[in-house]
Nanobody, 122 residues
Framework: QVQLRESGGDLVHAGGSLTLSCTFAGVPGVIAWFRQAPGKEREGVSCITKSDGDTSDYLDSVKGRFTISKERLRNLVYLQMNSLKPEDTAVYYC?????????????????WGQGTQVTVSS
């Protein structure tokens, strides 16, 4: 089993920044961030491998603004979010799989956090 918990969501103005945190217990191979806006499908944002720290990004709309990272000696993964836009408003989830490769597909992930709300006002 892998257990995850997100934190850091907040209400911010457009152009602001937030850093989301995901703490986890267990031995995942990959940690990924997803988001889901009301009435829309869940979409992959980015992922990072536990062992090597290799990253992949999946949304053109956030490239250059969002960065995934992890702490080497602690079970923590971050999503740094800069230059936030109203369209970034969503519930953000971290997810894990014991597989060793990154994927932007939610079906590849077996373990999920509860989500944290990010709201960006215009």
């Amino acid at each position: 089993q892998v257990q995850l918990r997100e934190s850091g969501g907040d209400l911010v103005h457009a152009g602001g920044s937030l850093t989301l945190s995901c703490t986890f217990a267990g031995v995942p191979g990959v940690i990924a961030w997803f988001r889901q806006a009301p009435g829309k499908e869940r979409e992959g944002v980015s992922c990072i491998t536990k062992s090597d720290g290799d990253t992949s990004d999946y949304l053109d709309s956030v490239k250059g603004r969002f960065t995934i990272s992890k702490e080497r000696l602690r079970n923590l993964v971050y999503l740094q979010m800069n230059s936030l836009k109203p369209e970034d408003t969503a519930v953000y989830y971290c997810a894990a799989t014991r597989k060793s490769y990154c994927s932007g597909l939610s079906s590849e992930y077996d373990f999920w956090g509860q989500g944290t709300q990010v709201t960006v006002s215009s």
